[in-house]
């Protein structure tokens, strides 16, 4: 098993559901890679040199911030560029890098589905740890079916960082992540399912997974822009609970 697999994906088209707003987003992708595996405690070890008491587990209790700086060591640790800079606590993603990265959620969940319309992309007893399992903490990576992608754990066993703002007119700096954990009920292990936090939270059942792929412009990328974050940030208003409504 190479916990560093990267698979590639073509170019397709996702629909993204706004539960809050009700509405939906049809997003054009181009080509990417996506890990197979969540990233693992061994891997982090790996590359920063710290100990590893579970190697193949998800890494988690990982902040946004945390993440991101992952991806870029890991970059500079196999001779890639960066794909991500620093201004104190602003983050901009050099969109034409090679470098690993977060996914966009568009690139999450068109990676998840792998062709399906359904809340999951099989029985959630065999493709994902869930609150199902009775399991206390995060399962080792690959032990569940995939998807028809060849990706393993992409629904349940720890959340995943995505980039994006999960919404800036109501959440200022919180970020997405997506797929469920090992304690969530099947409400929430769906492939639609939107949270997030703040990018110093940590949280103990939210890890990441680490993308790949450079493309033309300068702030836009699949399914992510500069703009939208801007026009969606100036409206104000009350926050609500959550993102996906819980039931």
């Not at 991500?84 to 050099?94: A, I, L, M, P």
Request: glycine content about 12%; proline content about 6%; overall charge negative.
């Amino acid at each position: 098993m190479d916990l560093w697999e990267m698979r590639a994906l073509p170019g397709g088209v996702v629909i993204l559901h706004d539960a809050r707003r009700k509405e939906h987003r049809t997003v054009e992708l181009e080509p990417f890679e996506l890990g197979v595996f969540p990233v693992t405690e061994g891997q982090f070890a790996e590359v920063l040199g710290i100990a590893a008491q579970h190697p193949r587990r998800p890494a988690r209790d990982l902040s946004w911030f945390r993440a991101i700086r992952f991806c870029n060591a890991a970059s500079e640790w196999e001779g890639l560029d960066p794909a991500y800079s620093f201004d104190g606590e602003d983050v901009t993603w050099h969109v034409e890098s090679e470098g690993y990265r977060l996914p966009t959620e568009a690139e999450w969940e068109y990676a998840c589905r792998a062709g399906s319309v359904a809340p999951q992309y099989g029985p959630l007893d065999e493709i994902a740890w869930t609150s199902l399992d009775g399991v206390g903490s995060p399962q080792d990576v690959g032990m569940k079916l995939p998807n028809l992608n060849g990706l393993f754990d992409t629904l349940g066993n720890v959340w995943e960082w995505c980039w994006d703002l999960l919404d800036p007119e109501r959440y200022d700096d919180y970020r997405v992540f997506r797929g469920g954990g090992f304690a969530d009920d099947t409400w929430s292990v769906r492939a639609s399912v939107r949270r997030g936090g703040g990018p110093r939270m940590h949280h103990d059942d939210v890890g990441m997974r680490l993308a790949r792929g450079g493309f033309d412009g300068v702030d836009a990328a699949q399914g992510w822009s500069v703009l939208a974050d801007i026009e969606r940030g100036g409206r104000g208003g009350a926050r609500p609970i959550g993102w996906t409504p819980r039931r």
